[in-house]
């Protein structure tokens, strides 16, 4: 079974940083790309940003873009680290590591999610 777990979540001020990592342990898996997501209370579960894990290539969502980075911290265990800036209180949610891993459809793999608060 794969594993994901998130950590760097807290409280932070409007404007301010916060950064978001992402471990994979358990059985060993090969993945296409790795992402973030956040839901909101009351909002659907949203992709924030993703990363393919073979070329680099990123995505962002157009509410993050030029704010958050997502980074390959190890290549080889596919640990994710999503830098966020210029936060806003309407960043606030849970947010969430997922690997959409090779030959599976879409994301099958999702962290337990840790809380990120901006406050005004």
């Known amino acids: 079974q794969v594993r994901l777990t998130e950590s760097g979540g807290g409280l932070v001020q409007a404007g301010g940083s916060l950064r978001l990592s992402c471990a994979a342990s358990g059985r060993p898996f090969s993945a296409a790309a790795m992402g973030w997501f956040r839901q909101a209370p009351g909002k659907a579960r949203e992709l924030v940003a993703r990363i393919r894990w073979a070329n680099g290539e990123t995505y962002y969502a157009d509410s993050v873009k030029g704010r958050f980075d997502i980074s390959r911290a190890s290549a080889a265990k596919y640990t994710t680290s999503l830098q966020m800036s210029s936060l806003k209180p309407e960043d606030t949610a849970v947010y969430y590591c997922?690997?959409?891993?090779?030959?599976?459809?879409?994301?099958?793999?999702w962290g337990q999610g840790t809380q990120v608060t901006v406050a005004s």
């Open positions: 997922a690997a959409h891993r090779t030959g599976a459809e879409n994301y099958d793999s």
